[in-house]
């Protein structure tokens, strides 16, 4: 019996559908990747108790905490892992090994917590991937230099000492005032305005006599006119024996 257009449409619906959600599934069954979660309970840190330590991982170094996971079965790789840390956020890793693409090799800072971790394999048919160990940090990173607020004041700058104006060097001696200095006598001997006086300037002697054109002292006590008195008598004394001499001699 011929089957009806009716009938025709009805069993091609369902048919066209399953040829949709095949064409859909293809891509995925092509590469053969799904998606997995870690077999641990989260969140944990490299420390947390039932984690096994090591030293090294890989080449994560010592100043960072090293997560080490591995993949069950022996044909299943990893194609991509994400893991989330706190601090840190996410992370995605798409280079793995060594030895194999069944290790893969996460740092994190020091004591963050790994709250989330999910990878997309190939090959086999695994349900989980696990955490095979950890590396605790084991040193503590050098902090890098801090820099200063200030402005560095340059090494040309002048110095404290420099600032300071210096006294000049021909100040006035205390001496050299514009005022007269009297000399020993009390007669007043003027010096010039703003010249010192000199210390071996001439003064009035003591005695109280003329500085004229009279005779000089000579130190001795006498008096000038008892020395010319008695040179006048001694020359007159003199003169008198001459003429007294010569009359005697007429005479005789």
């Known amino acids: 019996m011929p089957i009806s257009p009716k ?19 293809a891509p995925a069954f092509a590469d053969g990747s799904y998606t997995i979660p870690i077999h641990q309970d989260l969140p944990l840190t490299a420390t947390s108790k039932g984690v096994e330590n090591k030293k090294t991982c890989a080449d994560i170094p010592s100043t960072q905490d090293g997560w080490h996971f591995v993949l069950t079965g022996n044909s299943t790789t990893f194609v991509k892992l994400k893991v989330t840390f706190e601090p840190g956020g996410e992370k995605v890793v798409t280079v793995f090994g060594p030895p194999s693409d069944k290790h893969a090799y996460v740092a994190s800072e020091p004591g963050a917590k790994l709250t989330a971790a999910s990878a997309e394999v190939t090959g086999g048919s695994v349900k989980w991937f696990n955490l095979s160990h950890t590396c605790p940090a084991s040193a503590t990173a050098s902090p890098s230099p801090s820099v200063s607020s200030g ?25 050299a005032s514009a005022s007269s200095s009297a000399s020993p006598s009390g007669t007043p001997s003027d010096t010039p305005s703003g010249s010192p006086a000199p210390s071996g300037s001439a003064s009035a002697p003591a005695s109280g006599g003329t500085t004229g054109g009279g005779l000089a002292n000579t130190g001795s006590d006498a008096p000038v006119g008892l020395i010319a008195g008695m040179a006048a008598a001694l020359v007159g004394a003199g003169a008198f024996l001459v003429v007294r001499r010569r009359r005697a001699g007429a005479e005789g």
């Open 7 to 25: 009938r025709w449409a009805v069993a091609a619906v369902p048919a066209a559908a399953s040829l949709l959600l095949a064409a859909g599934a």
């Open 151 to 175: 402005a560095p004041s340059p090494s040309g700058s002048p110095s404290s000492s420099a600032s300071a104006s210096s006294s000049p060097s021909s100040s006035a001696s205390p001496s």
